[in-house]
């Protein structure tokens, strides 16, 4: 009876810690962890709550961009802490932010100065690089042959959470305020964070799987029809008036079909359970003896050259794409730069989309239900981008040995197009811009983040997963602020004259954001174009087999812990 119950405790824990439960729940604080993409949904009630013009908001989404991107100290924090304590301190990032900005909104306290909401809105939209930090990293390691795949899906349900989040804002409070959205934000991601925390955590891979990708295929299926259910369901939403039932309805509907991933989950932990618990196998798959040596060559000469170089010249002397890059090692590189200058033109451009969407669909005529629905079509087509980048990609490489880096060329390439529909709108433009810069944008990030691990290691990829986002908010600030803000408010003043300074008015016509996108899809194309530098740099690196490292790894050692078990149980029958 005690044997059963040890058993079943231990099946229980094995289950709770699995690293197939722990990307289980990663989808879930993913789902809820995008809210910074509906500051455009509630934008216009900072803008008028608390009287703001176009370039004080826009100062305050950068500051939003920045919170989001600037996860240098949540990657410090997850080199020298637990897991649930870097989720920890996301959560409570995340209420204390989201929480005082919808106090200040609704008025229950003194109207703060801008840079106080900046302050709030900082903090809020950093706590999501602790989220991605404790969950995205922890799940590329556990995963490390599939990390684009896995990259994928997890920032995929990122794309979808602002759906979610809305289709469960409107069956809580109704289509009413949308200051109560703020105020959703606040407590469902903290909710969310403090159920998993102790589940999400690095596990060793004692049993490999040679179905893992069909497994992750699973998910894919599962996460597109819950996108297709959300994309259907904000389409109807348009056209028919919801009872607060159909909403109530529509929200259980997503919610069981984000939650069936965990079938597939559990199904996984319980297949390796049993694995565990079978008698050992006598095949013992070992790394391949030419690549033992090699590492371990590579491992000799590395420690004999830190004893010979000193630290500035060690630096300088980095070592191979490939291998496990130091943290000022892989920040000094051109091909870090490069990525650097990639990035910026390209997420701060689609950023700039994201938070203005609501003003640009004011400018052009658009109704605010319809602006909405642009906002959930970005979402969605954010998903699409990132599962479609993650997998599409790990299969090019894969079969045909296509670099990842000439994939995010593409994409910008792609995106100019979005941005050109916004420069010169036309009749229901905004409707392709918006799926256009919605996927462009959701690929992006998988892509670049696979792109960093991949050259420069996984060693030190908690820390320089959050430094390749640097450049987003840069990116954002300069186009955002610098440039949409400012020209948006010049074209502000044309209209109303001296009325306009200081006050949050409405800019009318294509010309509020025309020469805007203009010059931002001049950016795009250059940033592009720079982009094919790395691809050529790294022609030669995506040709070899990249990812032999990380494949044939030895178990001989759980199989040796099996076989002491067994034997030490004999002994004691045999006693």
């Known amino acids: 009876m005690a044997q059963t119950k040890n058993e079943c405790c231990s099946f229980a824990a094995h289950l709770a810690t699995g690293r197939w439960t722990s990307v289980f729940a990663s989808f879930l604080l ?43 100290l949540s990657g410090l924090v997850a080199e020298v802490t637990p897991t649930w304590f870097v989720l920890a301190i996301g959560s409570v990032t995340n209420f204390l932010g989201y929480f005082m900005i919808w106090l200040a909104v609704t008025r229950r306290i003194r109207k703060p100065e801008l840079w106080h909401m900046c302050a709030y809105m900082f903090i809020g939209a950093n706590s999501q690089n602790f989220v991605n930090t404790g969950s995205l990293v922890t799940c590329v390691k556990n995963f490390q042959e599939s990390r684009s795949i896995m990259l994928g899906l997890l920032k ?38 403090i159920v998993v925390m102790y589940t999400i955590r690095e596990k060793e891979v004692k049993i490999r799987q040679p179905n893992e990708v069909k497994v992750f295929y699973q998910f894919l299926y599962l996460s597109a029809a819950l996108a297709v259910f959300l994309m259907t369901i904000t389409l109807v939403q348009q056209h028919v008036a919801f009872s607060q039932t159909a909403n109530i309805g529509s929200v259980a509907v997503a919610c069981i079909l984000l939650f069936l991933p965990a079938v597939v989950a559990f199904r ?35 420690e004999e050259e830190t004893t010979k170089t000193s ?23 051109i091909d870090m730069l490069i990525i650097f200058l990639a990035t910026l033109v390209g997420l701060g451009s689609g950023l700039t989309v994201v938070d203005n969407m609501r ?19 970005i979402s969605i087509w954010n998903y699409a981008g990132r599962v479609f980048s993650g997998f599409l990609s790990e299969t090019l490489l894969t079969k045909y040995k296509v670099p990842r880096p000439l994939m995010l060329s593409v994409v910008l390439f792609l995106a100019c197009i979005g941005q050109l529909l916004i420069a010169f709108p036309f009749q229901n433009s905004i409707y392709l811009a ?48 610098e440039l949409a803000g400012r020209l948006y408010d010049i074209e502000t003043t044309k209209l109303y004259g001296i009325k306009a300074l200081g ?12 020469l805007s996108f203009k010059i931002m899809a001049i950016a795009t194309f250059t940033g592009a174009l720079i982009s094919l530098i790395l691809v050529v740099r790294t022609l030669e690196f995506y040709k070899s087999d990249i990812q032999r490292r990380y494949r044939g790894e030895t178990y001989t050692k759980f199989n040796q812990e099996k076989e002491t078990t067994m034997a030490s149980s004999s002994d004691n029958e045999a006693k």
């Open 30 to 72: 993913m789902a809820s962890a995008g809210a910074t993409y509906l500051f455009t949904v509630y934008s216009n009630d900072i803008k008028s709550n608390l009287e703001y013009n176009q370039s004080m908001l826009n100062t305050l989404s950068s500051w939003k961009d920045i919170g989001t991107s600037a996860g240098i």
């Open 156 to 193: 995929g349900y990122v794309g979808l959470s602002g759906a979610i989040l809305t289709q469960i804002y409107l069956a809580i409070y109704g289509d009413g305020d949308s200051t109560s959205l703020i105020l959703l934000t606040a407590w469902l991601p903290t909710l969310i964070s």
């Open 268 to 302: 996984q932990e319980v297949l390796i359970w049993n694995e565990m618990k079978a008698p050992p196998t006598t095949i013992i798959v070992e790394k391949p003896q030419a690549i033992q040596q090699e590492q371990n060559t590579s491992i000799k000469e590395a």
């Open 311 to 333: 630290f500035l010249v060690d630096i300088l002397n980095k070592p191979k794409r490939g291998e496990d890059y130091g943290i000022l090692q892989a920040l000094l590189s």
């Open 359 to 377: 003003q640009i669909g004011d400018a052009l005529g658009y109704e605010p239900k319809t602006t909405n629905t642009f906002m959930s079509l």
């Open 434 to 481: 918006s799926l256009i810069i919605g996927f462009t944008l959701g690929a992006q990030l998988p892509l670049v983040l696979s792109i960093i691990s991949e050259i420069f290691g996984l060693k030190h990829y908690s820390v320089l997963f959050n430094c390749g986002q640097l450049a987003s908010p840069i990116g954002s600030f300069l186009l955002n602020k």
């Open 503 to 514: 006050k949050p008015l409405v800019c009318k016509g294509k010309q509020c954001y025309g």
